[in-house]
């Protein structure tokens, strides 16, 4: 699926109108849907793919957005502003979140 996009809201909306509907957060274990009102914790999620994003003013306004499928079939995106490493989430949601070179 890997696409490239001029910007993480194309990005955004792209993705949306391909079912990736769910509004994803991180927290502690793992991840959250405030609208759903569900919670998954890292071994309940799958990222499918990852898009990193600068900021065309500072290169260190770095964003990635994430792909996500829950085992309980939520498809949806989170978008970290800082990348996996910045809160204090948990060893596996930073693996989760780890970007391949």
Do not use: C
């Not at 793992?30 to 999620?45: D, F, M, P, R, V």
């Not at 003013?57 to 989170?78: A, C, M, R």
């Not at 978008?79 to 070179?101: F, N, T």
Request: charged share 30%; aromatic share 8%.
């Amino acid at each position: 699926m890997k696409n490239t996009y001029s910007s993480l809201s194309k990005a955004i909306e792209d993705l949306k109108d391909k079912g990736y509907d769910t509004d994803f957060n991180l927290v502690d274990d793992g991840i959250e849907s405030k609208h759903l009102k569900k919670t998954w914790n890292a071994g309940q999620i799958e990222v499918e793919d990852a898009f990193r994003f600068e900021g065309m003013t500072n290169p260190g306004d770095n964003s990635v957005l994430y792909l996500i499928n829950t085992h309980s079939g939520e498809k949806g995106l989170l978008v970290d502003a800082y990348g996996a490493y910045s809160g204090q989430i948990s060893q596996e949601m930073i693996q989760k979140l780890k970007i391949e070179h």
